[in-house]
């Protein structure tokens, strides 16, 4: 059945663009707050869409979100980051390269096909030979590829070629598929899960129609209709919601929050597994940036708390290390120097750039909050050394074909760890920007062969102590989430690692 869309109309909706956070508690919502629409439908407003729906083929964080909704896999987060059952109802480790998953019983796909260790199996297998190679190859390695097989109806075994300990969260991005209708010309355009959600509709670059999954294992979700659009101007998602043409959307606006208390739900999540960068690109070897004294100078060209002040009203936290400072195995001990031009001037002397030179920091709209504004001042820092920051705002198709070239110096970009381990943002920045840290992998290699001790997570902190010797970016940070949603929509599921689920969700009457 077509999906009971609202006809969205943003007019004079402009502003500055935003992507994240802000500290803020939810509210106690006016009583003489309405009922949801009629439809029964949900209007969800992210900053950009998803540009493929099959969950073999994904990296950005809003295509996990949307797939989520659709696919289900063995296991998930829950609210404080731990994993918990889905698919699978329990799982060991047999030994160093073996787990055992007992999958529950009576689960179906979308198309009727029974979901068994069968389709497990396969669904593993699907993602150990995908051409191109599965894009989280990096966060497996050396453990890279994974074999399965049947074991019974419903259990099946997951062997790797190394020691994995940390497989079960891993298993978090691979979703279920159904075997038959995997393998059928025309898959990829309306992909088929166990989810809690089902495809309606969907042509690349535009919105998505989700319809309930009536037969759903988990019981069928309240709301009937899921719709998932695109509005890149943070200020136009705030128009939209206040003119009831959407239900819920990322990144509320810092400057916005007081006007939607009034009448809105402003809901906080605390973030710490999410790591912010303004990232330099280790293919530009012809860069000046190739040296690391480079890199240092370039940091000493300001203060980040500067910017946390004036452009996040304080609700972030500069980076202490490479990686975020709750995730397991960080290294906490550096931060970043702070503003001095007299050294920053100095080590461009000594690496041979005293005379300036010039720079392309290439970015997303929506990928920072106020990121024109931050741009702006990290432009008016670097002069002083005598450095020309250029700036070019490219879309989402121009950032993918620009991302795996030598032609940018600087770049915005963020993580949120799907393990919340050190491990995993650091081979995120291999596959991203080409990290070469040889002792790094040494000691991560050797982290993997310790197993589930003190010694590995030790052994991790050590790799993450030699990569920030590197000088990995300009600036990290750390912010929590900030979303904002109608009234009367409930239970909505905000998981700390960005992962938005709506299985749960309904309109409170």
């Known amino acids: 059945m077509p999906f009971p869309a609202r006809t969205l109309k943003l007019q004079g909706a402009l502003g500055s663009l935003f992507i994240a956070t ?28 998803p540009r493929v729906l099959d969950a073999r083929i994904h990296r950005r964080q809003v295509e996990q979100s949307v797939f989520l909704q659709i696919y289900d896999a063995l296991l998930d987060f829950d609210g404080d980051l731990t994993y918990r059952p889905r698919l699978a109802e329990s799982w060991e480790q047999v030994d160093p390269l073996t787990w055992r998953f007992h ?28 051409d191109p190679p599965y894009l989280y190859i990096p966060n497996w390695a050396p453990a890279w590829p994974p074999t399965a097989e049947v074991e019974d109806e419903y259990t099946v075994v997951v062997r790797t070629p190394a020691p994995l300990p940390n497989l079960p969260r891993l298993m978090m991005r691979i979703g279920m598929l159904p075997p038959m209708a995997t393998l059928e010309p025309g898959y990829a355009d309306k992909p088929i899960g166990t989810g809690a959600f089902k495809v309606e509709s969907w042509e690349q670059g535009g919105s998505i129609d989700l319809s309930a999954n ?11 209709h899921l719709q998932i659009i695109s509005i890149s101007s943070a200020a136009a998602r705030v128009a939209a919601l206040q003119a009831g043409e959407v239900d819920f959307i990322w990144e509320a606006p810092l400057d916005r929050l007081t006007d939607l208390e009034k009448d809105f739900q402003v809901i906080q999540v605390d973030n710490p ?47 202490l290390g490479p990686v975020p400072s709750a995730a397991y195995g960080a290294y906490n001990e550096a931060g970043y120097p702070g503003r001095d031009f007299d050294a920053a001037r100095a080590l461009l002397v000594e690496a041979g750039y005293g005379d300036g030179f010039d720079l392309t920091l290439i970015a997303q709209p929506g990928s920072f909050t106020n990121l024109t504004s931050m741009v702006e001042y990290l432009q008016s820092q670097m002069a002083e050394i005598g450095v020309t920051l250029k700036y070019e705002e490219l879309d989402q198709g121009q950032m993918s074909e ?98 938005t689920l709506f299985r749960n969700a309904t309109w409170s009457q």
């Open 103 to 130: 999958l529950r019983e009576g689960v179906r796909f979308h198309n009727g096909e029974p979901f068994n260790a069968e389709a497990a199996a396969f669904s593993i297998q699907q993602y150990a030979e995908l």
């Open 214 to 224: 009536e037969d759903y294992w988990d019981g069928a979700p309240k709301i009937d």
């Open 22 to 49: 802000a500290l803020v508690s939810p509210l106690t919502l006016p009583s003489s707050a309405t009922a949801g629409p009629e439809d029964n439908s949900v209007v969800w407003a992210s900053h950009v869409l």
């Open 273 to 319: 597994q999410s790591n912010n960068l303004i990232a330099f690109n280790n293919l530009a070897v012809d860069s000046p940036i190739a040296d690391t004294r480079v890199r240092q100078a370039l940091q000493m060209t300001f203060e980040g708390q500067e910017i946390i002040d004036g452009l996040f009203e304080g609700f972030a936290s500069e980076g």
């Open 402 to 499: 620009r991302e795996p070239t030598a032609t940018w110096d600087l770049r915005t970009d963020g993580t949120a760890a799907s393990t919340g381990e050190a491990s995993y943002y650091y081979n995120t920045a291999k596959r991203n920007f080409s990290v070469d840290c040889p002792t790094c992998d040494q000691l991560l290699e050797a982290a993997q062969q310790a197993g589930d001790t003190p010694e590995r997570e030790q052994l991790m902190t050590d790799a993450m102590h030699a990569w920030w010797g590197t000088t990995p970016w300009l600036w990290s940070f750390e912010t929590p989430l900030v979303y904002a949603a109608a009234p009367k929509l409930q239970g909505v599921e905000l998981i700390p690692n960005n992962w």
